[in-house]
């Protein structure tokens, strides 16, 4: 198993670029998180996805976008760079959103200069 | 409205047991509090989570107290390994109230001292 895949590492986008984070599991997890790290702070929550098909906001969402076609994949799409989103992001996958314990991936550094 | 409150930073000796302590005043009675740790700016890892019972595993024991308000880790013999951020972290509804999420506090930056 790999767990949790995030792509690429690390990236550096000019303002106004778009890109998307990639993110993929290999553990039939049926719910998906995004998360953002800014230095010295905890994690916060952008989009989640509770199964294929099915996305909704978390604390964060504004400059985002996400998708859920497949049970795998869960990309998210910055589509107007802002230097606020200048962060490091984390990919999470958990089978339920009950008793079960979330695994993260390696994350991705992004600067937007 | 914090979820959870842990003290910022924490020292321990090498060998010795590191105790973190996390406030949960708030936690309801069917919510988990799950233990996570992120060395530099890795992906967090899971160490450990209960309910009401202590839990052990290999990695680490979890003390919860009987009016479930608080807990502690425990890393019974740290290494300088162990150095990293801890999070008590509780699930709550995400903003729709459509799930639920991991609610990440700022944790305890634990140092492993030699």
């Known amino acids: 198993n790999a767990g949790v895949t995030q792509t690429p590492k690390f990236r550096i986008l000019k303002i106004g670029q778009s890109m998307t984070l990639q993110c993929t599991q290999d553990?039939?997890?049926?719910?998906m998180y995004w998360y953002r790290q800014d230095p010295g702070m905890g994690l916060k929550l952008i989009y989640y996805?509770?199964?294929?098909?099915?996305?909704d906001k978390g604390e964060v969402p504004n400059g985002y976008n996400v998708s859920r076609s497949t049970t795998e994949d869960f990309p998210l799409r910055l589509e107007l760079a802002a230097p606020s989103q200048t962060s490091v992001y984390f990919c999470a996958s958990s089978h339920s959103g009950g008793n079960t314990e979330a695994f993260f991936g390696q994350g991705t550094r992004l600067t937007v200069v | 409205d914090a979820k959870t409150t842990q003290p910022p930073s924490m020292d321990c000796a090498e060998g010795r047991a590191a105790n973190l302590p996390c406030n949960h005043s708030?936690?309801?009675?069917?919510?988990?509090v799950y233990w996570y740790r992120q060395i530099h700016s890795q992906g967090p890892q899971y160490i450990i989570h209960g309910l009401k019972n202590n839990e052990t595993n290999e990695m680490a024991s979890l003390i919860i107290t009987e009016d479930r308000k608080s807990s502690t880790l425990i890393l019974p013999h740290a290494t300088l390994r162990d150095t990293a951020v801890y999070y008590c972290?509780?699930?709550?509804?995400?903003?729709?109230?459509?799930?639920?999420?991991?609610?990440f506090g700022t944790g305890t930056s634990l140092t492993v001292i030699p």
């Open positions: 708030t936690i309801s009675g069917n919510e988990y």
């Open positions: 996805s509770v199964g294929a098909g099915i996305t």
């Open positions: 553990m039939n997890h049926n719910y």
């Open positions: 972290i509780v699930r709550v509804a995400t903003p729709s109230n459509t799930g639920n999420q991991f609610y």
